[in-house]
């Protein structure tokens, strides 16, 4: 894979401090050199480089944003946005995997956790020998996650829990599991060793998505916790939703930086690539096409930026989330498809990243919220009537 040259069309790179660019070029060194070597086979195999798990936590990209005092590196927002951008530039599995871990199991453990669980979880979280997942979603509720049908019954000094998970990132290949269950009929979550007895993560196989990711059912038999393994601070639908609100932001950074990799590979592709004489690149249609993709991957990294500051300042929505989110997907899916046809018919091959990326945004399309129900989010804080339920 040839040097990557991000599109800048704005001069972004002004309007970031210099250590927000020190992290971002240095994970971007890290992806260049060690993950991009390798990144096809697997996407390929259908497998996950486990064994560079310790170098990403020597990164720092596991929960950077998690205070110092628990082994994070207390980074703001939007060095943790520029993170993601880098990561995904890579691949959507490599960013799924580090916002799981950071956004969906470091960040409940660490706001809803007692100070016993940050102790125990964060730094081992934080260095890559333990591995998280998040486990919400169901079989039969996605979009739904409040209709969840798994349980938590007290007994004694224990909780036992029962139900089934679905499409769960990480599930076959992590130590420890946030599982979202009813006690009682309120929502409440457990920190589940997944060597808990009655515990199994099948993983699903044949995704064209993705492939550089497990993905996994969680299966829940009996399995019994003790009463401490209840994340405290955690009572109501409000707790997974907020650890969705953390992901997605980074989500919406980081589906930009699979746009930028698109983009660069099919710029250079379609200046050197003569077609009638001519480079490609010199046509009209092929021009309109990347000042289309330039405007809008920057009026995405605009709105990112602006998330980013305003969250740091802490007065961020969730509903600005689900824009930033909601656009970013869109904005890196045209983006993919758009560069995958201008490709020919190596934008078929592997060999060439852009169809790679376009098939793994149709998963962060749909994960996190999807794009209509996004839609349904916004609608709802601009007209102050929710059209979803
Ligand atoms: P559904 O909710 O059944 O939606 C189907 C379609 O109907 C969609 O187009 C949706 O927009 C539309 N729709 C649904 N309800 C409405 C409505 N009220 N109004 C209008 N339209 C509606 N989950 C986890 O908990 N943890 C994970 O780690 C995780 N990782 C994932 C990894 C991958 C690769 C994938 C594909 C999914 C993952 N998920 C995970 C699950 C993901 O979050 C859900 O798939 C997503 O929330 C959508 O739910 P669903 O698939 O049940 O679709």
């Known amino acids: 894979m040839s040097a990557f040259t991000q599109l800048d069309y704005l001069d972004l790179d002004d309007q970031y401090s210099e250590e927000e660019l020190m992290v971002r070029d240095t994970v971007r060194g890290w992806i260049t050199e060690r993950f991009n070597p390798v990144v096809m086979e697997h996407f390929e195999e259908g497998t996950f480089p486990m064994e560079l798990a310790p170098e990403l936590g020597e990164l720092g990209v596991f929960g950077p944003t998690t205070p110092e005092e628990y082994g994070g590196a207390g980074m703001n927002s939007v060095a943790y946005g520029l993170i993601c951008q880098e990561l995904e530039r890579g691949d959507s599995g490599l960013r799924s995997f580090c916002s ?5 199991v470091m960040w409940p453990i660490h706001e809803y956790g ?25 079989p039969d509720f996605g979009s739904n996650p409040g209709g969840m049908l798994t349980t938590a019954r007290k007994d004694g000094n224990d909780y036992i829990i029962n139900g089934r998970k679905m499409w769960i990132t990480n599930g076959s290949v992590a130590q420890i599991a946030i599982v979202w269950a009813k006690v009682e009929g309120r929502i409440r979550g457990f920190i589940v ?10 993983n699903h196989n044949h995704k064209w998505s993705l492939r ?7 299966v829940m038999e009996d399995v019994r916790v003790p009463a401490s393994a209840m994340l405290p ?19 919406a950074w980081g589906v930009i930086g699979s746009a930028y990799a698109c983009f660069d590979e099919t710029l250079r592709y379609q200046k050197e690539r003569i077609s009638f004489d001519k480079p490609i690149a010199a046509y009209q249609i092929p021009q309109m096409k990347f000042a289309n993709m330039a405007t809008d991957i920057t009026c995405a990294s605009l709105l ?15 509903a600005q989330v689900s824009m930033a989110k909601r656009n970013s997907c869109k904005v890196a899916l045209e983006t993919a498809r758009t560069c995958r046809d201008m490709l020919g018919a190596n934008g078929v091959t592997l060999e060439y990243q852009t169809g790679r990326h376009m098939l793994n945004l149709e998963s962060v399309i749909t994960y996190e ?11 709802a804080e601009v007209t102050g009537i929710m059209a979803f339920r």
């Open 212 to 218: 550089a990711s497990y993905t996994s059912e969680l």
């Open 233 to 251: 601070g955690a009572d109501g639908l409000r707790g997974p939703l907020q650890c969705l609100t953390q992901a997605r932001y980074g989500i």
């Open 304 to 318: 990112n930026l602006r998330l980013g500051r305003l969250k740091d300042e802490g007065r961020f929505t969730s």
């Open 193 to 202: 060793p997944t060597d808990a007895k009655g515990f199994s993560a099948p």
């Open 100 to 104: 799981v871990q950071g956004s969906l």
């Open 369 to 379: 919220g999807t794009h209509d129900i996004h839609t349904l989010a916004i609608g």
């Open 114 to 138: 007692s100070e016993e669980q940050k102790r125990e979880y964060l730094p081992k979280l934080a260095t890559g020998e333990m591995i998280g997942c998040f486990g919400l979603t169901e």
